[in-house]
């Protein structure tokens, strides 16, 4: 009916509609009078009784999309308006668009007789009248369609205010952020159509991918994590595009331009008239820009820094210019900054090694920075000339495919690259006060470095004039490589060892003049070609002895030469099955007869350079990861025997990632599935030296975790590596699945994992990860459930702590004394006990305790006899225990020391004998029948409530603390000194050497025995940095909760302060402390200055952390005072973060840091976060410290112990009450909403203040920062003046009294419509700021959005009791403060819909907020409404139609909607009844 050439037809089919429309209309909602609408009263409607809706909403957008978008393809081809004797005659198309509006009006029930009752909704007109931005700005409608569109794209302007945040621009933190902040509301397809309907400036508030590649390059995250974040921005983005075109009108006729582009045909653009590529090129064209331009940025920035910390106009006594033509190595005062460069060279140099980033790219980009592509000579380019730049370029001619491709082919042509080095090339550094040789010789070394492809070098100076003033300096790099190679040829290893900065400094020097000279010779310098054996543990574990290479020379040689060096090492000593390859006489590499293990500074000289270069050496972890893969899969097969050699690999292996490199893979992109790795070698290893090794580093690599992704790697059994390539690699998605078999069928290990899963639970939730199952991950980790006390219940999560009281599993099977001495007597197999050389009773004895369930009784039997004064051999014992699997000797283990406190309790002692504990002592370490570390778990696994069990904790004291050669251990470890800083410490093997050397380790059960052994003793392997201490610190990192949950501060103060030395080697202590502070920050026992001090004091190195002077005077004992939390104090922390977040380097603030690629946290936001978190903890627990010291239990009064739900509940509502006590909240409200009150106002006063301020409160708990935030909401909207007062009145919008007017009257005017949205509530909050409008509501919803961003679902949880507690009070009174209400919400509707429940609750309560609101409201009728209730009923229409919670959750709200004044309940009615 609808053709453009017959417009009678036209105009008959639209009224037709019209007519069909009022009709379904009079059904639907019977028969009331318009003037009854107003009155409350009305004719029951069809839908409400029936459901029936005659018209769908979806047929009547569909047929309006159709009739508007005919007539936008109509407006172009007719002609003008005819004026016929001074009279104008209506054209055709202006008789179609008049019946057009009426059919609007009767869609919207505006038509006579239909008032107030709508089949479509004005939001929903507005949305299909607006044909998108391209169109609606290229100028080809006509003067009434284009104030139509105005007015449909103002409307919509206004929605999105309400619908996206004052600001969103918060910055995403690589291991800090939640898994949803990668996905921001800006990208979100279903906010699309808003977010493009407003102003530029407005849109600039949110995040955009070239700055989440920047955040996360500045804050050292793994590629994989870049790579990861592009794909899902461009994904989102793709999906919001696609949205957006959806939805946008694209004329027939075709050939317009729009946005730089040119519409050809309606299905085929074509950008800045060049084909489109396929959509790979398209992406990694994307990715390699966003690269590039992060990059440059990131250079620039560091280059600008160290410029400004640099004197370069200060010449050196004038000298002339070649009167440093010597080989001594200028380094300037400070050099610190320079590890800045190597980290970005390192990323630079991964980027042009992968293709990621073209060196004619960054070759050219680097050459803008000095000389902007608008002029060659600009005035400032003196200022800008750096020879940081020519040193990051040279870095790059290291790479292979780079000197011989585009380098080699400027070289042999016309130069440009060369003449523009030149250029750049800063003359003044070089003899400036603060010269650096490695720095200001870089374009000397670059020449020579390319000596072979220039051509004609007797010619080049000429080619060249710039040559002149940069060649003088040529001999200092001759002569740094000919003393270099004199030493190496007489055996002087000084420059080398790069013991001092100024050797470390020629060989880097060095190192970028050849390739690959530096590390050849460094490779030769670890692995001599002289046979010079040495022993590590025995004859059996020899290696080639060689030199120590420095960290300091590592850090600053090229990153070539680190990549180069690294591969050598994997190459020839960690690479093959066969063992260490060598290479004597200038044969070829191969394995050496009695040279079996790699040298102890090899391995050390791997780990630093992980950590030195860890962009372009992550291929080689990776291969190193699948090969570990791949034998833990073989040993799932069952039967497969390893290779001595292949034994040794994994040994030396499972050393170097559980001592070393940790910290590396704590923020390695897919480090929590690194347990499906060691899942099957833990239960099928049957060597106990390398099962011991195996199974401490499983405790630590589970410790590590820190986020969902572990639980998402337990439900992905179908996980099979990560693929080997040198281009990033994701995972994909994940289908969760429960395995079927247990995780760990060690306890030990089990325990600690559900450990792991509760403190993850506590810190970060598993709301915002659908479809995972926190039972099933708990199921999974061990055969059969875990009992736990309730002392440990205390402090786990209600899901956790509901899922474990849901079980209830029975107690482990005790062992009685009296059925082990039956046993003896009763059964004749003991007599191989009693009677040494009986071999039939051995074997009887060795096939009684085949049986797994018999075997926890064998320790309890030898130690009865131990007990009677009749021991027995230890032969015999050693051959019964080796038969038993190493992974349930800590059962076994748990299994004696429950016996052994049944036999004290037996005999009636309060105390355990001293018998006993020697007994004990003997068992740990003369005879090495138990491990010291299962010993401790076994006391402290989490079974028995400690505070009441007296005699477990004295046994725990003694094993700690009393035992005599445990104390003589820990004195050695004392007087050994091993430092924090083991990467610097150049005699920290012969310190390891020393401590194994005094007190031996046995694997075993040998260490009693003489003289051959019968079984021979399996393999020895080699120990690198593992020991009894070493092990001991991941089980005593799980002891430090059990102790803490018993109350008794003196048994933790002793520990810590004596074994804190330990944790000197732990890879994550200040991570592992704020973890403690925050999992325990409601524990009595913490609430104390001393428990607190030590605590911080054995996990932390001071000289390592940054924190505030009054931290430190609490450290060290001047005080323990917590009254200095005041605005001054808060503002610092909240400073310091902001200048992390906003990428500001600056000199440190304290001397003798270690280097960035050392530190635990690389990350300097997470490492602020993480520095602020512990001091603001410890403060807390000084805040608490007074009023508990009652809640401690004593065994004296017999109370109070807090053991059932009820209480548990009761102390969550206490810790509340305290929280709200507490200054920090109320402090840093009160700085952000009035910044002329803090201590320098004019700092950091933007967003990034209050986005550092949502970051923090969702790394501290949430009652102490995040609830208080979002509690302050009822304390705005009730008590804000500029929310309590109405908006002013609107009236309902009627298309055909707009059609049938002559000029533009207000109604129609967008601009008059915005009275209120205009306003500054619901602006930019850097617009208000920068225009002096910054208000209160504005800034809190700022705040609150941040909080409610980075935060959970707890979160959310507390904003819905909130809303609800608005709702509910009969406070609210005016529809502005509704529309604030719906502004808290909006940004979050795309989360908060896969959570049903929450997301009814709120919008119920919004909709009851509405029914309070309505009757205080005088001017609304059937002709007029507000300007604040049209947006909320915009929103509503919005939450229908873009995240829509289903028809049942509609009808739940109907009770809701049913009780709203006639019209409005007639706009929403419709949204129910679809």
């Given at each position: 009916?609808?053709?453009?050439?017959?417009?009678?037809?036209?105009?008959?089919?639209?009224?037709?509609?019209?007519?069909?429309?009022?009709?379904?209309?009079?059904?639907?909602?019977?028969?009331?009078?318009?003037?009854?609408?107003?009155?409350?009263?009305?004719?029951?409607?069809?839908?409400?009784?029936?459901?029936?809706?005659?018209?769908?909403?979806?047929?009547?957008?569909?047929?309006?999309?159709?009739?508007?978008?005919?007539?936008?393809?109509?407006?172009?081809?007719?002609?003008?308006?005819?004026?016929?004797?001074?009279?104008?005659?209506?054209?055709?198309?202006?008789?179609?668009?008049?019946?057009?509006?009426?059919?609007?009006?009767?869609?919207?029930?505006?038509?006579?007789?239909?008032?107030?009752?709508?089949?479509?909704?004005?939001?929903?007109?507005?949305?299909?009248?607006?044909?998108?931005?391209?169109?609606?700005?290229?100028?080809?409608?006509?003067?009434?369609?284009?104030?139509?569109?105005?007015?449909?794209?103002?409307?919509?302007?206004?929605?999105?205010?309400?619908?996206?945040?004052?600001?969103?621009?918060?910055?995403?933190?690589?291991?800090?952020?939640?898994?949803?902040?990668?996905?921001?509301?800006?990208?979100?397809?279903?906010?699309?159509?808003?977010?493009?309907?407003?102003?530029?400036?407005?849109?600039?508030?949110?995040a955009s991918a070239g700055r989440v590649v920047a955040d996360l390059l500045y804050q050292r995250a793994p590629i994989d994590e870049v790579f990861a974040a592009m794909r899902n921005h461009r994904t989102m983005q793709?999906?919001?595009?696609?949205?957006?075109?959806?939805?946008?009108?694209?004329?027939?006729?075709?050939?317009?331009?729009?946005?730089?582009?040119?519409?050809?045909?309606?299905?085929?653009?074509?950008?800045?008239?060049?084909?489109?590529?396929?959509?790979?090129?398209?992406?990694?064209?994307?990715?390699?820009?966003?690269?590039?331009?992060?990059?440059?940025?990131?250079?620039?920035?560091?280059?600008?820094?160290?410029?400004?910390?640099?004197?370069?106009?200060?010449?050196?006594?004038?000298?002339?210019?070649?009167?440093?033509?010597?080989?001594?190595?200028?380094?300037?005062?400070?050099?610190?900054?320079?590890?800045?460069?190597?980290?970005?060279?390192?990323?630079?140099?991964?980027?042009?090694?992968?293709?990621?980033?073209?060196?004619?790219?960054?070759?050219?980009?680097?050459y803008a920075l000095v000389f902007p592509a608008d002029s060659d000579i600009h005035p400032g380019s003196e200022a800008r000339k750096d020879n940081s730049y020519i040193w990051l370029l040279l870095q790059l001619l290291?790479?292979?495919?780079?000197?011989?491709?585009?380098?080699?082919?400027?070289?042999?042509?016309?130069?440009?690259?060369?003449?523009?080095?030149?250029?750049?090339?800063?003359?003044?550094?070089?003899?400036?006060?603060?010269?650096?040789?490695?720095?200001?010789?870089?374009?000397?070394?670059?020449?020579?470095?390319?000596?072979?492809?220039?051509?004609?070098?007797?010619?080049?100076?000429?080619?060249?004039?710039?040559?002149?003033?940069?060649?003088?300096?040529?001999?200092?790099?001759?002569?740094?490589?000919?003393?270099?190679?004199?030493?190496?040829?007489?055996?002087?290893?000084?420059?080398?060892?790069?013991?001092?900065?100024?050797?470390?400094?020629?060989?880097?020097?060095?190192?970028?003049?050849?390739?690959?000279?530096?590390?050849?010779?460094?490779?030769?310098?670890?692995?001599?070609?002289?046979?010079?054996?040495?022993?590590?543990?025995?004859?059996?574990?020899?290696?080639?002895?060689?030199?120590?290479?420095?960290?300091?020379?590592?850090?600053?040689?090229?990153?070539?030469?680190?990549?180069?060096?690294?591969?050598?090492?994997?190459?020839?000593?960690?690479?093959?099955?066969?063992?260490?390859?060598?290479?004597?006489?200038?044969?070829?590499?191969?394995?050496?007869?009695?040279?079996?293990?790699?040298?102890?500074?090899?391995?050390?000289?791997?780990?630093?350079?992980?950590?030195?270069?860890?962009?372009?050496?992550?291929?080689?972890?990776?291969?190193?990861?699948?090969?570990?893969?791949?034998?833990?899969?073989?040993?799932?097969?069952?039967?497969?025997?390893?290779?001595?050699?292949?034994?040794?690999?994994?040994?030396?292996?499972?050393?170097?990632?559980?001592?070393?490199?940790?910290?590396?893979?704590?923020?390695?992109?897919?480090?929590?599935?690194?347990?499906?790795?060691?899942?099957?070698?833990?239960?099928?290893?049957?060597?106990?030296?390398?099962?011991?090794?195996?199974?401490?580093?499983?405790?630590?690599?589970?410790?590590?975790?820190?986020?969902?992704?572990?639980?998402?790697?337990?439900?992905?059994?179908?996980?099979?590596?990560?693929?080997?390539?040198?281009?990033?690699?994701?995972?994909?998605?994940?289908?969760?699945?429960?395995?079927?078999?247990?995780?760990?069928?060690?306890?030990?290990?089990?325990?600690?994992?559900?450990?792991?899963?509760?403190?993850?639970?506590?810190?970060?939730?598993?709301?915002?990860?659908?479809?995972?199952?926190?039972?099933?991950?708990?199921?999974?980790?061990?055969?059969?459930?875990?009992?736990?006390?309730?002392?440990?219940?205390?402090?786990?999560?209600?899901?956790?702590?509901?899922?474990?009281?849901?079980?209830?599993?029975?107690?482990?099977?005790?062992?009685?004394?009296?059925?082990?001495?039956?046993?003896?007597?009763?059964?004749?197999?003991?007599?191989?006990?009693?009677?040494?050389?009986?071999?039939?009773?051995?074997?009887?004895?060795?096939?009684?305790?085949?049986?797994?369930?018999?075997?926890?009784?064998?320790?309890?039997?030898?130690?009865?006899?131990?007990?009677?004064?009749?021991?027995?051999?230890?032969?015999?014992?050693?051959?019964?225990?080796?038969?038993?699997?190493?992974?349930?000797?800590?059962?076994?283990?748990?299994?004696?020391?429950?016996?052994?406190?049944?036999?004290?309790?037996?005999?009636?002692?309060?105390?355990?004998?001293?018998?006993?504990?020697?007994?004990?002592?003997?068992?740990?370490?003369?005879?090495?029948?138990?491990?010291?570390?299962?010993?401790?778990?076994?006391?402290?696994?989490?079974?028995?409530?400690?505070?009441?069990?007296?005699?477990?904790?004295?046994?725990?004291?003694?094993?700690?603390?009393?035992?005599?050669?445990?104390?003589?251990?820990?004195?050695?470890?004392?007087?050994?000194?091993?430092?924090?800083?083991?990467?610097?410490?150049?005699?920290?093997?012969?310190?390891?050497?020393?401590?194994?050397?005094?007190?031996?380790?046995?694997?075993?059960?040998?260490?009693?025995?003489?003289?051959?052994?019968?079984?021979?003793?399996?393999?020895?392997?080699?120990?690198?940095?593992?020991?009894?201490?070493?092990?001991?610190?991941?089980?005593?990192?799980?002891?430090?909760?059990?102790?803490?949950?018993?109350?008794?501060?003196?048994?933790?103060?002793?520990?810590?302060?004596?074994?804190?030395?330990?944790?000197?080697?732990?890879?994550?202590?200040?991570?592992?402390?704020?973890?403690?502070?925050?999992?325990?920050?409601?524990?009595?026992?913490?609430?104390?200055?001393?428990?607190?001090?030590?605590?911080?004091?054995?996990?932390?190195?001071?000289?390592?952390?940054?924190?505030?002077?009054?931290?430190?005077?609490?450290?060290?004992?001047?005080?323990?005072?917590?009254?200095?939390?005041?605005?001054?104090?808060?503002?610092?922390?909240?400073?310091?973060?902001?200048?992390?977040?906003?990428?500001?380097?600056?000199?440190?603030?304290?001397?003798?840091?270690?280097?960035?690629?050392?530190?635990?946290?690389?990350?300097?936001?997470?490492?602020?976060?993480?520095?602020?978190?512990?001091?603001?903890?410890?403060?807390?627990?000084?805040?608490?410290?007074?009023?508990?010291?009652?809640?401690?239990?004593?065994?004296?009064?017999?109370?109070?112990?807090?053991?059932?739900?009820?209480?548990?509940?009761?102390?969550?509502?206490?810790?509340?009450?305290?929280?709200?006590?507490?200054?920090?909240?109320?402090?840093?409200?009160?700085?952000?909403?009035?910044?002329?009150?803090?201590?320098?106002?004019?700092?950091?006063?933007?967003?990034?203040?209050?986005?550092?301020?949502?970051?923090?409160?969702?790394?501290?708990?949430?009652?102490?920062?995040?609830?208080?935030?979002?509690?302050?909401?009822?304390?705005?909207?009730?008590?804000?003046?500029?929310?309590?007062?109405?908006?002013?009145?609107?009236?309902?919008?009627?298309?055909?009294?707009?059609?049938?007017?002559?000029?533009?009257?207000?109604?129609?005017?967008?601009?008059?419509?915005?009275?209120?949205?205009?306003?500054?509530?619901?602006?930019?909050?850097?617009?208000?700021?920068?225009?002096?409008?910054?208000?209160?509501?504005?800034?809190?919803?700022?705040?609150?959005?941040?909080?409610?961003?980075?935060?959970?679902?707890?979160?959310?949880?507390?904003?819905?009791?909130?809303?609800?507690?608005?709702?509910?009070?009969?406070?609210?009174?005016?529809?502005?403060?509704?529309?604030?209400?719906?502004?808290?919400?909006?940004?979050?509707?795309?989360?908060?819909?896969?959570?049903?429940?929450?997301?009814?609750?709120?919008?119920?309560?919004?909709?009851?907020?509405?029914?309070?609101?309505?009757?205080?409201?005088?001017?609304?009728?059937?002709?007029?409404?507000?300007?604040?209730?049209?947006?909320?009923?915009?929103?509503?229409?919005?939450?229908?139609?873009?995240?829509?919670?289903?028809?049942?959750?509609?009808?739940?709200?109907?009770?809701?909607?049913?009780?709203?004044?006639?019209?409005?309940?007639?706009?929403?009615?419709?949204?129910?009844?679809?």
């Open positions: 009916l609808f053709e453009l050439h017959r417009p009678r037809t036209w105009v008959a089919a639209v009224r037709l509609m019209s007519m069909v429309t009022k009709s379904a209309i009079g059904i639907m909602y019977g028969s009331a009078a318009p003037d009854d609408m107003g009155s409350g009263t009305h004719a029951a409607s069809l839908s409400e009784i029936s459901g029936l809706n005659l018209l769908p909403e979806g047929v009547c957008r569909e047929s309006i999309r159709q009739v508007w978008r005919l007539l936008l393809d109509s407006a172009a081809t007719e002609p003008p308006q005819a004026s016929v004797l001074g009279a104008t005659r209506r054209t055709r198309w202006q008789i179609r668009f008049e019946a057009t509006m009426e059919l609007l009006d009767s869609y919207v029930g505006r038509t006579e007789h239909c008032v107030g009752r709508p089949l479509v909704s004005y939001y929903m007109i507005s949305r299909e009248l607006d044909p998108g931005a391209a169109v609606a700005e290229s100028g080809m409608l006509t003067g009434e369609m284009q104030r139509i569109v105005d007015l449909c794209f103002g409307r919509k302007r206004r929605l999105g205010r309400i619908l996206l945040p004052p600001d969103g621009s918060w910055p995403l933190i690589s291991h800090a952020s939640r898994a949803h902040t990668v996905k921001h509301v800006y990208d979100q397809p279903g906010y699309a159509l808003v977010r493009d309907s407003l102003t530029l400036e407005e849109t600039q508030r949110g793709r999906k919001a595009k696609a949205a957006v075109a959806n939805d946008s009108y694209m004329p027939n006729s075709g050939e317009y331009t729009a946005n730089g582009g040119e519409y050809i045909a309606n299905d085929k653009y074509v950008a800045n008239g060049a084909e489109a590529d396929t959509d790979a090129e398209i992406e990694r064209r994307e990715s390699s820009m966003l690269l590039l331009d992060a990059m440059a940025q990131r250079i620039e920035h560091i280059v600008r820094f160290i410029q400004r910390q640099c004197d370069f106009e200060t010449l050196l006594d004038e000298r002339k210019l070649n009167a440093n033509s010597d080989a001594t190595m200028i380094v300037p005062r400070k050099f610190g900054y320079w590890e800045h460069m190597n980290e970005v060279a390192d990323q630079l140099y991964y980027f042009v090694l992968s293709d990621t980033i073209s060196y004619t790219d960054i070759h050219a980009r680097l290291h790479i292979e495919k780079v000197a011989a491709g585009p380098v080699r082919a400027d070289l042999a042509g016309d130069e440009d690259m060369l003449e523009q080095l030149l250029q750049m090339y800063n003359e003044r550094q070089i003899v400036s006060r603060d010269a650096f040789y490695l720095r200001d010789l870089a374009l000397q070394a670059t020449m020579s470095h390319q000596q072979a492809s220039i051509r004609d070098n007797h010619g080049v100076k000429f080619r060249h004039p710039r040559m002149a003033v940069a060649m003088p300096f040529a001999p200092v790099l001759f002569q740094l490589q000919n003393e270099f190679g004199q030493q190496f040829k007489d055996e002087n290893y000084a420059l080398l060892q790069g013991r001092d900065v100024c050797a470390a400094m020629k060989t880097a020097t060095v190192s970028q003049i050849r390739q690959y000279v530096v590390p050849n010779a460094l490779y030769t310098f670890l692995v001599p070609a002289r046979e010079s054996v040495a022993q590590l543990q025995g004859t059996a574990t020899t290696y080639l002895q060689g030199g120590n290479v420095g960290f300091q020379l590592l850090d600053f040689i090229n990153v070539g030469g680190k990549h180069r060096l690294l591969q050598l090492i994997y190459k020839m000593m960690l690479a093959h099955e066969q063992g260490p390859q060598f290479q004597f006489d200038g044969r070829q590499p191969s394995a050496r007869a009695g040279i079996t293990c790699v040298s102890p500074h090899v391995v050390d000289t791997v780990y630093m350079l992980l950590y030195n270069a860890p962009y372009s050496n992550e291929l080689m972890m990776k291969e190193v990861l699948e090969k570990l893969r791949r034998s833990d899969k073989a040993m799932a097969q069952g039967g497969t025997r390893f290779s001595a050699a292949n034994l040794r690999w994994l040994y030396t292996v499972y050393q170097l990632m559980n001592c070393r490199l940790l910290r590396f893979f704590k923020y390695y992109a897919h480090a929590s599935h690194l347990v499906h790795h060691l899942r099957h070698s833990l239960v099928h290893v049957t060597h106990r030296q390398l099962y011991r090794s195996l199974e401490c580093f499983a405790l630590c690599l589970v410790n590590l975790q820190h986020d969902v992704g572990f639980l998402q790697a337990l439900m992905n059994p179908a996980y099979h590596g990560v693929p080997l390539t040198p281009h990033p690699s994701a995972l994909g998605a994940i289908r969760y699945s429960k395995p079927k078999d247990a995780w760990f069928e060690c306890a030990m290990l089990a325990r600690n994992a559900a450990v792991v899963i509760a403190r993850i639970e506590t810190m970060r939730g598993l709301g915002d990860v659908p479809g995972l199952e926190l039972d099933e991950c708990l199921d999974s980790l061990a055969p059969q459930p875990q009992l736990w006390a309730p002392a440990v219940l205390r402090y786990l999560p209600r899901a956790v702590r509901a899922y474990y009281t849901r079980r209830t599993p029975q107690p482990s099977a005790r062992v009685s004394p009296a059925s082990v001495r039956q046993l003896i007597g009763a059964r004749p197999e003991h007599a191989a006990l009693l009677r040494p050389g009986d071999v039939a009773a051995e074997s009887a004895l060795a096939a009684f305790y085949a049986a797994p369930e018999r075997q926890a009784l064998f320790l309890c039997v030898v130690w009865v006899l131990h007990e009677r004064q009749t021991p027995p051999p230890m032969a015999v014992v050693r051959r019964v225990l080796l038969t038993f699997p190493p992974l349930q000797m800590s059962s076994h283990t748990s299994a004696l020391l429950d016996f052994i406190v049944a036999c004290e309790t037996e005999r009636g002692t309060a105390e355990p004998a001293s018998a006993t504990m020697q007994l004990l002592n003997d068992f740990m370490f003369r005879f090495q029948l138990v491990h010291h570390e299962h010993v401790v778990f076994a006391l402290t696994r989490g079974e028995h409530d400690l505070r009441t069990d007296r005699m477990r904790l004295l046994l725990t004291r003694y094993v700690l603390l009393e035992s005599p050669q445990f104390s003589e251990r820990l004195d050695e470890w004392h007087r050994l000194d091993f430092q924090g800083r083991y990467w610097a410490d150049f005699e920290h093997w012969k310190k390891q050497d020393a401590y194994l050397a005094r007190f031996p380790e046995f694997f075993e059960f040998e260490a009693a025995l003489e003289g051959p052994l019968e079984p021979a003793p399996a393999l020895s392997l080699p120990v690198y940095y593992e020991n009894g201490m070493v092990r001991l610190l991941p089980v005593l990192e799980f002891a430090l909760g059990r102790m803490i949950e018993a109350e008794d501060r003196g048994l933790l103060r002793d520990v810590l302060d004596r074994m804190g030395i330990l944790y000197r080697l732990h890879q994550v202590p200040l991570t592992t402390l704020m973890n403690t502070l925050f999992v325990y920050f409601n524990a009595p026992t913490l609430h104390d200055a001393a428990v607190v001090r030590s605590l911080n004091r054995a996990l932390l190195d001071m000289s390592q952390q940054n924190f505030s002077p009054e931290f430190e005077q609490f450290m060290r004992g001047d005080t323990d005072d917590c009254t200095h939390i005041d605005a001054r104090y808060v503002s610092r922390i909240i400073e310091r973060i902001a200048r992390a977040i906003m990428r500001h380097i600056a000199p440190p603030t304290k001397q003798n840091l270690p280097e960035i690629h050392y530190r635990e946290i690389p990350n300097p936001i997470l490492l602020a976060l993480t520095e602020c978190v512990v001091e603001l903890l410890t403060w807390w627990c000084l805040h608490c410290a007074p009023s508990s010291a009652a809640r401690l239990y004593d065994s004296a009064r017999n109370g109070p112990l807090v053991a059932s739900e009820t209480e548990f509940r009761a102390e969550e509502q206490q810790r509340r009450t305290w929280a709200a006590e507490w200054p920090l909240a109320q402090l840093l409200l009160e700085l952000i909403m009035e910044p002329e009150r803090r201590p320098e106002p004019g700092a950091y006063a933007g967003a990034t203040y209050i986005h550092s301020t949502g970051l923090l409160a969702n790394v501290l708990p949430d009652e102490l920062l995040a609830f208080p935030i979002v509690q302050h909401l009822s304390r705005i909207v009730l008590d804000e003046p500029v929310l309590k007062s109405n908006s002013g009145p609107k009236r309902y919008f009627s298309f055909v009294e707009f059609a049938r007017s002559s000029q533009l009257n207000a109604d129609a005017d967008p601009d008059a419509a915005t009275r209120f949205a205009a306003t500054s509530v619901f602006n930019s909050f850097e617009q208000n700021r920068n225009h002096n409008m910054a208000n209160r509501p504005n800034t809190f919803l700022t705040l609150l959005h941040s909080v409610l961003h980075y935060g959970g679902i707890a979160t959310f949880n507390t904003l819905s009791d909130t809303i609800h507690a608005l709702a509910t009070g009969g406070e609210l009174c005016s529809d502005i403060q509704l529309l604030y209400l719906c502004a808290t919400v909006g940004p979050i509707l795309y989360r908060l819909v896969d959570h049903e429940a929450l997301y009814v609750q709120i919008l119920g309560d919004l909709l009851s907020s509405l029914v309070q609101i309505c009757p205080r409201i005088s001017h609304l009728d059937a002709e007029c409404s507000t300007d604040a209730i049209e947006q909320v009923m915009d929103f509503f229409c919005f939450v229908k139609d873009q995240f829509d919670p289903g028809r049942s959750a509609w009808r739940r709200l109907a009770p809701h909607i049913a009780a709203l004044p006639v019209l409005l309940r007639y706009q929403l009615q419709c949204m129910v009844d679809q």
